[in-house]
């Protein structure tokens, strides 16, 4: 309980961190990783990736691999996928979840997953442990025609 209390206050008090942060970029190779924190921190009640919730947008170029790195900090269970559009519990692109993703990761758990952005469109990062989308746990992919990957908080675009 102590420890509960901790960590929601720990929450509170963070800002959150530039999102070029969870965001590497190997362009010789055509690949990006992209980490995702589950509850990084207190950020909407914890329902959020990186501290953001529904607030980033990724982008990246098609013909790319993404490495995904899903890591659970939260004490509930998440998950994260690439999706088409909300309520959809179904990866856009083949291997595009964690394991079981409508049941989640344990606290403390990682699990990857790659996959390449074979087609454009805008699609989202989701949890989709029941009710955590809903909660606006998720972020906005952008599949380009061209470019470079690249996250903005979209809050701090005019
Ligand atoms: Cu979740």
């Known amino acids: 309980m102590i420890g ?5 206050a720990l929450g509170l008090a963070a800002t959150p961190p530039p ?8 362009a010789r190779r055509h690949r990006a990783t992209i980490t995702l924190v589950a509850s990084y921190n ?7 990736f990186d501290g953001y919730s529904r607030e980033l947008m990724w982008t990246v170029p098609r013909g790319w691999t993404v490495d995904v790195v899903c890591k ?19 990866p856009a692109f083949r291997g595009a979840a964690t394991p079981q993703p409508l049941v989640g990761l344990e ?9 390449r952005a074979s087609t ?8 989709l442990v029941p009710g955590h989308e809903d909660a ?5 992919l952008k599949i380009a025609r061209a470019g470079k990957p690249k996250v903005v908080d979209l809050r701090a675009k005019s």
Do not use: I, K, Q
């Open 19 to 26: 999102p070029s942060r969870f965001l590497s970029v190997d």
């Open 107 to 115: 606290e403390g758990h990682t699990a990857r997953f790659s996959f």
């Open 42 to 48: 207190g950020e909407n009640g914890g329902f959020n």
């Open 136 to 140: 606006r746990m998720w972020d906005v």
């Open 120 to 127: 454009t469109g805008v699609y989202r990062f989701a949890c």
């Open 72 to 90: 659970n900090r939260g004490p509930l269970r998440h998950s994260c996928a690439v999706v088409n559009s909300a309520g959809s519990t179904h």
């Open 4 to 8: 509960a209390v901790a960590l929601v």
